[in-house]
């Protein structure tokens, strides 16, 4: 293995190979763009490493496979994208429809709950649900909690799940244009290649 000395963390025991190395070596090898972003992720939301930190490895390398998507997906993670679901929101419905962008992993003044994504000016938060999180009980009441908490805050809370973001991301762009117009947002979200079609 070429450059196995800088890739391998020697105090510990036994000898292994760094957190980045390994999480961008397992990248390389996923089977497709869900499963590219999902070991990226996963591995951030973990906190066992950070997208600066994978950036930083990455850029120790002269081949990667995937190179491009994982250049990507990390900086999207340096700005607060959380999962694979977070960022097909960011890059199928947010970015390519010029929707204002919102903040990731953000709080609610006085409040301290973090949230998917907040539009500020307009107090629209957007909660994506994930197919693995939301099913249990005592999650689904603490997203009512957090819902009714930021309702009372004067924000509207809008939830979008795994069809919406990647089977009909435009229909949900234009949902999130009229209602964030609705709420003083003075912008026009535009038509993406996938509109088109």
């Given amino acids: 293995m070429t450059g196995l000395g800088e890739r391998t963390s020697w105090c510990a ?3 292994r190979m760094r957190t980045e190395e390994a999480v961008l070596d397992s990248a390389a090898i996923a089977q497709g763009e869900f499963a590219v972003i ?8 973990a906190r066992v490493v950070s997208a600066e930190s ?13 190179r491009p998507l994982v250049t990507a997906v990390l900086a999207d993670l340096s700005d607060g994208t959380d999962s694979v679901l977070e960022h097909g929101y960011l890059t199928r419905v947010e970015r390519p429809h010029g929707l204002p962008r919102g903040r990731r992993q953000a709080t609610i003044p006085g409040m301290r709950a973090h949230h998917d ?17 939301h099913s249990l009980a005592h ?8 819902d009714a908490a930021a309702a009372a805050a004067g924000h509207l809370t809008v939830r979008w799940g795994w069809g919406q973001v990647f ?16 709420r003083g947002w003075v912008g026009v979200a535009r038509r993406c290649p996938r509109c088109r079609t």
């Avoid at 994504?117 to 999180?133: H, I, N, S």
């Avoid at 089977?167 to 762009?173: D, I, N, S, W």
């Avoid at 234009?174 to 609705?182: F, G, I, P, V, W």
């Fill in 167 to 182: 089977h009909t991301p435009c229909e949900t762009a234009a949902r999130m244009a009229d209602l964030l117009r609705q």
């Fill in 13 to 15: 025991s036994p000898f």
């Fill in 139 to 146: 999650d689904r009441y603490a997203d009512l909690a957090r």
């Fill in 54 to 66: 994978l950036a930083a490895a990455l850029g120790s390398r002269t081949k990667l496979a995937h």
């Fill in 117 to 133: 994504v907040l539009y500020e000016q307009a107090k629209v938060v957007v909660e994506l649900d994930g197919r693995d999180f």
């Fill in 38 to 45: 999902a070991v990226l992720a996963d591995a951030v939301q």
